[in-house]
């Protein structure tokens, strides 16, 4: 299971760092023969990401490795790491979006100073782009919980904030071609605080796995379901979850009739395990303390 996991996540990476290669060497080009800073400067962006995808590349291989005696629980943690590493690539991005659209708005609107307008084929290039990475984005997505990875579901996100920044290179291009020249970098700006904000939700997301945060609602109240289905279940005494990259382990205490014989409650305990683990393809292990109670 792990390398079928590990699989998903390298062809997945290999495709991405492929498609993101060809979309800088595009906008690198069309941004220096077509006139447009914009672009060039998404397309050393798109440099930058091809770094992130070697990162998340490397992380599968350590990340998806069996457990061994040193990690009893295995190395996913190491995935949780790789996508904080990937939310503060993103809040780096933004800041010098940011920085340097400020800059720019400044010299537009106090300088009255012109941008260069660039050449028509260059808000193309931004468009192909937009639907290039909005394609990846929903496969990624799909193939991070495949594999049950955050780094790649970070990947996926990272996708996603650069649909939203070509959306603003082709606003920013067609308003410098008719003139509006405070219309590019206001966009940039507005731009960057979306990713800012992507930034810190996926630092976030890898924070809480790292610390074990619980799973959430949805997801107890679905174990719960399954274990009082069960007819000999008297009453749930404690439930615990802990989360561990897009999975999470179980631990439950439940209350069976005093009068059972071990081997009874042990069967009985080993359905619910059995079922909760089969119902629930996120749950990486289900332990069950099962106390003596009174059925009446």
């Keep these: 299971m792990k390398k079928y996991e590990e699989k998903i996540i390298k062809k997945n990476t290999i495709l991405t760092i492929f498609v993101n290669t060809l979309l800088a060497v595009a906008k690198l080009i069309g941004g220096i023969f077509g006139n447009s800073a914009v672009l060039i400067a998404d397309a050393v962006n798109s440099v930058g990401d091809i770094a992130t995808n070697i990162v998340v590349y490397i992380s599968a291989k350590f990340s998806k490795k ?16 790789v996508s904080i590493f990937l939310g503060l690539a993103l809040l780096i991005t933004a800041y010098l979006l940011g920085k340097n659209s400020v800059i ?26 937009i639907v290039v990475k909005e394609l990846l984005f929903r496969k990624t997505t799909k193939d991070a919980k495949k594999a049950k990875s955050q780094s790649l579901m970070a990947q996926a996100w990272d996708h996603r904030a650069d649909t939203i920044t070509s959306f603003g290179a ?5 308003s410098v071609i008719f003139g509006i020249y405070f219309i590019d970098p ?9 990713i800012l904000r992507l930034g810190f939700k996926i630092i976030k997301a890898g924070i809480s796995q790292v610390v074990d945060e619980s799973a959430d609602e949805e997801q107890v109240k679905r174990i719960k379901e399954l274990v009082m289905s069960n007819e000999n279940v008297i009453s749930i005494d404690e439930i615990k979850t802990r989360m561990f990259g897009l ?19 042990h069967a009985i305990s080993e359905d619910i395990h059995d079922l909760i683990e089969k119902e629930m393809s996120d749950v990486i292990h289900c332990m069950i303390h099962v106390n003596p109670g009174n059925k009446n």
């Design 170 to 174: 082709v606003v920013g291009i067609v």
């Design 66 to 81: 069996d457990k061994d005696k040193d990690h009893p629980y295995g190395h996913e943690r190491f995935d949780s790491m």
């Design 186 to 194: 206001l966009i940039s700006i507005i731009i960057s605080l979306f």
């Design 104 to 129: 720019r708005l400044y010299d537009v609107v106090i300088n009255n100073e012109t941008l260069a307008r660039p050449m028509w084929y260059t808000w193309v290039i931004a468009l192909i782009t």
């Design 247 to 265: 999975s999470f382990y179980v631990d439950l205490e439940i209350s069976l009739d005093g009068n059972l014989s071990l081997e009874e409650a």
